[in-house]
């Protein structure tokens, strides 16, 4: 992309152009690099808005209970965006429909939303996702709701992002105790039960509750009979004004943990490098070959890198 255009594509983000903002992550998914040059220009004003992860199983209700919160939200006076990151769609983007579909009521009420796909590759998404929270924090949406599937099914673990993580069962998964206590008691500032009206509800509320304790909230909900949703909305005010105090503190550990993923995503890519060098090849000529056994060439190549 040419300068000019990035000057021109600033000044649209900067009106808060809709299709500006859509083409900015666009670039932000495909091109690292024009991506980089864009954030450095807007990089002194982001870091300025709420995360919202909403996390749990498959099917569990997250994009119903999105598509209701955020109006709500708007009602309230916020300016609420949404990302769905769906680890099952492709750049293609077939896949995405079935959110994007569920989210259509949301297109007239101002409220942007996109879907992500998240890819195979290690870091691809939770590289770029950083860079487009930024982009959405330039344009001023606040809080920044985003989707995921959860614990260690995607790449990303919302929690290092999200500055409110709220984890959503519902009794139709077959969630019990042991699939709960698989990673995603620990993340939760807000649990919610959702499908009340289907039966098992309860009996998964009372589990859940006795298990994660008085410490956290935890909600029953239904989409379908709109139940619940006013206590949750008002769960999350309180802890958006929380948080809002908080921030400042705990930006540290969230720079940290991007930091991180900046720099390993630099080495994977030196060490993929290196990898595809003649010395290396060499290496693994000499493995087949049982010249050198394997960990003697690992530390051989590592130190390649680091010199
Ligand atoms: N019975 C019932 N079904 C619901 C409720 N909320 C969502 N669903 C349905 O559950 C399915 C999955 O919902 P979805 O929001 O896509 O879940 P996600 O995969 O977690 O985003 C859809 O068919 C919804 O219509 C609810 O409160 N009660
Ligand atoms: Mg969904």
New binding site residues.
Partial sequence: MAPHNITKLLLDLHNKNRKSIAKSISLIENDQKIARKLINKIYKNTSTSLIIGIT?P????????INIISLELQKLGKNPAILAIDPTSHISGGAIL?DRI?MNELTNSGIYVRSIASRGATGAISHSIHNIIRILEYTEFDPIII?SVGAGQTEIEISNIADITVV?FNPNTGDNIQTIKAGLTEIGDIYVI?????NGSLQLYKSIQDYIGESKTVLL????NKKGINKLVKALIVLLDTKNKLKKLNSKSKIKYELRDIVLNNIKEKVDMELKSSKSLNYLEQIELKKINIFEAADKISNLLIK
């Fill in positions: 749990g498959a099917g569990a209700g997250k994009s119903s209970l079935g569920r989707e959503v959702n499908k009340s009206d289907l909900t239904s989409t379908k």
